[in-house]
């Protein structure tokens, strides 16, 4: 955790580097200002938000960098989503879909976790054991183009401090309690040809990528 002082080093170093948006202000602006940088960056130390800050400016942004924007760089997730996507997709390609025939549960478990979202295991050995001379094109264009969805949409949530997203869990908490509690008490009735949904294991994502590999193979006939 930062201290107040090492708050007003960060602000003093805003000032120092983006003279004109600091022009105009108070002292009691800097203080407030300092005030807000410490709550938000209080998961940190001071030379991780050092590390965070110089990362930002190496980039010769016309602004000081904002909370969440240190912290993304802390975290490392910053880069050309194109390039990090690319990537994957050859580690994928490497550990499961060449070896489909092979590949088990535990490889692709060994696949890192933003990874797993994008694409279940079932559709890797689809791709894998598919005969059509386009199959690899297709299946490097979809499994980007749902891996930079899912990069993006981590690396928003990331940035959001810890403190905040854990205020934002507790406050949900209530709600999803309550939607139990209304599901539990709604009971299938057979004589009104009313059935139970069967819990196929799959969660939104996985359905939807099962339905895909579906169509696929449909496609390919």
Request: hydrophobic letters at 35%; a neutral charge.
């Amino acid at each position: 955790m930062i201290t107040r002082e090492q708050a007003f080093k960060i602000i003093g170093l805003f000032q120092t580097a983006y003279k004109e948006s600091y022009r105009d202000s108070t002292p009691e602006e800097i203080e407030q200002k300092a005030a807000i940088y410490r709550d938000i960056l209080q998961d940190y130390t001071f030379e991780q938000v050092q590390a965070g800050i110089r990362a930002y400016m190496s980039q010769d942004h016309q602004y000081e960098p904002k909370p969440g924007q240190i912290i993304a760089r802390i975290r490392g997730n910053i880069g050309n989503l194109d390039e990090l996507a690319a990537e994957a997709w050859g580690e994928v390609w490497k550990k499961i879909v060449c070896r489909a025939s092979v590949a088990t549960q535990e490889d692709y478990n060994a696949l890192p976790e933003l990874t797993r979202k994008t694409v279940p295991f079932g559709l890797l050995l689809t791709w894998g054991k598919a005969e059509d001379p386009g199959a690899e094109a297709f299946a490097r264009r979809d499994f980007m183009n749902d891996y930079k969805i899912v990069l993006e949409r981590e690396q928003k949530r990331q940035a959001i401090p810890k403190a905040a997203l854990e205020a934002l869990q507790r406050s949900a908490e209530p709600e999803k309690l309550e939607e139990r509690t209304a599901d539990s008490a709604i009971t299938p009735c057979i004589g009104d040809r009313q059935t139970a949904k069967k819990n196929t294991g799959y969660t939104d994502s996985e359905e939807y990528q099962r339905k895909r590999a579906a169509l696929y193979e449909r496609l390919k006939k």
